[in-house]
């Protein structure tokens, strides 16, 4: 329990240096963030790109709040509507130089919301100096780093007793081949940082035949071990239906102030992929799931956005913690299509202001990410008969890119992806 306890100090630390000042300053389209709206609406700054901050993007600007992106040109986001550039960012600004660029600003006051978990930590880590200036709904740096590094989360779950999958950290490759054998049946390679054997992967995880196979790939990573640190975790039977979501927000006080389930339907890519296609249901239908939720959330004293996933175990019936993640996520737009802005609230936390809570929504809602979901389902059922079975799952439900009060981010990101289909069509037949 050292964790949770060196978790709590630091909470009580930040809670007594981060004075929040409630400010008058932003702007409307096309201002410089330092002229004042005619609402005098405190402006919001969304950090980061993809779908996920054009969700938040979406968020704000239909409740009415000035909002600015900080991102590279020609991201999605930059297509959407309600996007207004950052000011001063003529360069490309990463993660870590957050503080140097938000201390170069003229402006009074903005709320800050990270889209990513490179800039959630980033934002969790500002001097305390510019909190007051650039408040934040976000959980303090530990409790970041103990969602974010899978071991960290592995051994706090342990500690709190949560139902979860096997894990056992390696690191090395001595380590592996101590294992028996049998320790790699039904288990999969799973980095402790996500996002970054991402990119040097372009899968999020490794599924397992045999010790030989694990080895194999882990000596691929080279003699300097730069794959090391790694997880051995158990892999849970059961195809996309078996992942259930828990989202939702817990304020300043560490309130939690809505939340809103699903069922995942479908995902890419099939395996180790995130969710396409997926549904509101009823808190009923994953109690046990709710109640880890708010236990971890009082465990951590958990401030902000969060998406909780599990997978159920047909094998004892319990659902398995599988992550955490600190923001906000892919689909956070179809939480304020359902009357759960969460994007709203956090704003609202970060401004010192009292967060409502939501406790109802509507159940039996969908919602598919077009391009990934009509991979999904062809993956699972090609042809034409697939491709009108698709159409009847999808017909009724919500596209998460296109809505008619913003279609541009829809159009770029189709015609993207065609001229890549393309490319790659002409790459083939060279």
């Not at 509507?81 to 490309?92: E, I, K, L, S, V």
């Not at 510019?130 to 709904?137: E, Q």
């Not at 239908?285 to 997978?311: M, N, P």
Request: charged share 25%; proline share 6%.
């Amino acid at each position: 329990m050292n964790q949770l306890n060196q978790i709590a100090a630091d909470v009580h630390r930040d809670s007594d240096t981060d004075l929040r000042q409630t400010g008058s300053s932003g702007n409307r389209a096309y201002r410089t963030m330092s002229s004042p709206t005619d609402s005098g609406e405190v402006p919001a700054l969304v950090l980061g790109s993809s779908l996920t901050a054009v969700g938040v993007v979406r968020s704000l600007g239909r409740a009415g709040l000035p909002v600015y992106s900080l991102c590279d040109p020609n991201e999605l986001v930059t297509m959407s509507r309600w996007y207004r550039p950052a000011p001063q960012t003529g360069r490309h600004v990463p993660p870590v130089e957050l503080a140097a660029y938000l201390e170069s600003l003229s402006i009074q006051k903005a709320v800050l919301i990270p889209s990513s978990d490179n800039w959630a930590k980033a934002t969790a880590e500002l001097p305390a100096a510019l909190k007051d200036r650039f408040p934040a709904s976000v959980p303090c740096p530990r409790v970041i780093q103990t969602l974010t590094d899978k071991w960290c989360f592995a051994e706090m779950l342990q500690s709190l007793g949560v139902a979860r999958p096997k894990t056992i950290l390696l690191r090395s490759l001595d380590e592996m081949s101590d294992l028996p054998d049998s320790q790699y049946d039904g288990m999969f390679l799973k980095p402790l940082n996500s996002q970054e054997f991402a990119l040097r992967h372009n899968v999020k995880a490794f599924r397992l035949e045999s010790k030989k196979q694990a080895l194999g790939i882990m000596a691929g990573e080279g003699k300097s071990g730069a794959g090391f640190p790694i997880l051995l975790q158990e892999y849970i039977p059961g195809l996309a239906d078996k992942y259930f979501l828990v989202d939702g927000f817990a304020d300043r006080h560490h309130r939690i102030r809505a939340l809103i389930a699903r069922r995942r339907l479908r995902m890419y890519p099939p395996t180790f992929g995130n969710s396409t296609f997926s549904e509101t249901i009823p808190f009923g239908q994953v109690q046990e799931a709710v109640d880890t939720v708010e236990r971890l959330c009082s465990a951590l004293k958990y401030r902000g956005i969060f998406d909780a996933e599990f997978k159920y175990d047909d094998r004892d019936g319990r659902y398995k913690m599988v992550e955490i993640n600190a923001r906000p996520w892919w689909f956070v737009e179809f939480a304020t299509r359902c009357g759960v802005d969460l994007c709203r609230m956090a704003y609202d936390d970060a401004l010192d202001l009292d967060v409502k809570p939501v406790t109802t929504y509507p159940a039996g809602r969908r919602c598919f990410y077009l391009h990934n979901d009509l991979a999904a389902h062809h993956a699972a059922d090609p042809g034409v008969g697939g491709l009108l079975r698709w159409f009847r799952s999808v017909k009724v439900a919500d596209e998460i890119l296109y809505c008619w009060d913003d279609p541009i981010p829809g159009a770029f990101s189709t015609f993207t992806a065609l001229k890549s289909y393309l490319g790659r069509l002409l790459s083939a037949k060279n």
